[in-house]
């Protein structure tokens, strides 16, 4: 195996972009956007902000059910494929590359999603984790109208947790101070197969309850949020994602 190398994400989703609908995880969308205004009713023509919104296979989605969606990602690539993708649908949809920590549009939004944990949970080489997702979860109350909806998912630190070792402490792997995981991955993109360290930060649901709160937000559940897994029922300890519903405090 190569050296690992940090991970420069933007780069890592504009190389995934042309295979990335080709995931597994990626075939649930409609059922998951369904699932989604089951818990969040919406209005026809209500607004919805796609943080991270990748190939926009939830953005499309929303589109279909009568609704306003825009779609930001900090990935070029990411972005042409989305574009690329309404307009063969026939729709017309506001699309940009942004970051979605900085990314601004005051109270005009009635739902937020960031789907897919990456944005949350991913950090950069030398990134403050906790920063990077308080960034995300302020942003989003900052675009949603006042009552207006949080959905998005998180990888669930029990899981992890629960299957670690000290040894895995003592190499570095996790640090139990910080939460964060590293670890080095190989994986086959368009340029062939690379070596990468992943760096995660392992989030407990009463962590994500106390920066929700600090950002404006009340927690209303902690469901399931595997792919393709989605349910109204309790979060599981030993399932890789959990899905939270917030509501920005009126």
Known sequence: MNSPVPTNWRDFFDLQAPTYDQNA??????????????????????????????????????????????????????????????????????????????????????LVVCLCE???????????????????FRKAASNLKLGGHFVFTALNA??????????????????????????????NTPVGPQTLLI???????????AMLFHSGFDLLKVLGGTAGEWDDRPLRLDEIEALYIAKKRT
């Open 25 to 110: 995880f990626t075939k649930n969308s409609a059922v998951e956007v369904q699932f989604i205004l089951d818990q969040v009713p919406l209005a026809a023509g209500a607004r919805v902000l796609d943080m991270g919104c990748g190939t926009g296979r939830h953005l499309l989605t929303f589109m279909e059910r009568g609704l306003e969606a825009v779609g930001i990602d900090f990935s070029p690539e990411m972005i042409r494929m989305a574009t690329e993708k309404v307009d063969r649908a026939g729709y017309k949809a506001r699309l940009e590359v942004a970051d979605v920590r900085v990314f601004e549009e005051p109270g005009t939004f009635d």
């Open 118 to 136: 990456g944005p949350i949970n991913l950090v950069g080489h030398d990134e403050d984790a906790v920063s990077h997702a308080l960034a995300i």
């Open 158 to 187: 029990y899981a992890q947790i629960r299957h670690l070792k000290q040894e895995d402490a003592d190499a570095g792997a996790f640090d139990p101070v910080t939460m964060v995981a590293q670890y080095a991955n190989e994986m």
């Open 199 to 209: 760096r995660e930060r392992l989030f407990l649901p009463p962590e994500i309850t």
